[in-house]
């Protein structure tokens, strides 16, 4: 019986080891860095945002971080707050994929009429989402560029 425990733990700390190496590889990206930079800044041209993360509840959505200086933030959105509705359409028990809908359903206009709780007290927010800046644009290109494609000092190109 001992040496079926000492075999388990053997075998579990191959597995850990085998686990924390494949976790300390670098991420790759299968495209090249300029099919990345151009697919990237094509998709994000002209696309408006929110400004803030999710998380999803058990029911439900609430804010997990709001983007400095972005739109959410300058309207007053917190860390926290839970989505109750969202352009008239209840929330509470919500999933991101139905809050994505919410938003396309919203794109031609970009305004989110949401209802928030905060500290269990209901708040109103009227939201307009906005596009992303040529320098946020920058930032997310040199983020992946850094990411998965191992590029340290990824400067995007100017265009």
Request: glycine share 6%; proline share 3%; aromatic share 6%.
């Amino acid at each position: 019986m001992q040496d079926f425990r000492r075999f388990r733990l053997a075998v579990l700390v191959l597995f850990v080891a085998a686990t924390a190496a494949q976790a300390g590889e670098a991420k790759k990206c299968s495209a090249s860095a300029q099919e990345c930079e151009r697919a990237i800044r094509q998709m994000l041209s002209g696309r408006r945002y929110l400004g803030v993360q999710l998380m999803e509840l058990n029911p439900g959505l609430a804010i997990k971080t709001v983007v400095e200086d972005g739109p959410a933030a300058r309207d007053g959105l917190r860390p926290g707050d839970r989505l109750m509705a969202v352009n008239g359409k209840s929330t509470k028990e919500a999933m991101i994929k139905d809050f994505k809908d919410i938003l396309s359903e919203a794109k031609e206009t970009g305004r989110l009429w949401m209802i928030v709780q905060r500290h269990g007290m209901q708040k109103h927010f009227d939201v307009r989402m906005e596009p992303y800046t040529k320098a946020q644009i920058d930032k997310i290109v040199a983020q992946h560029l850094t990411e998965f494609h191992n590029m340290a000092s990824a400067a995007p190109a100017q265009q």
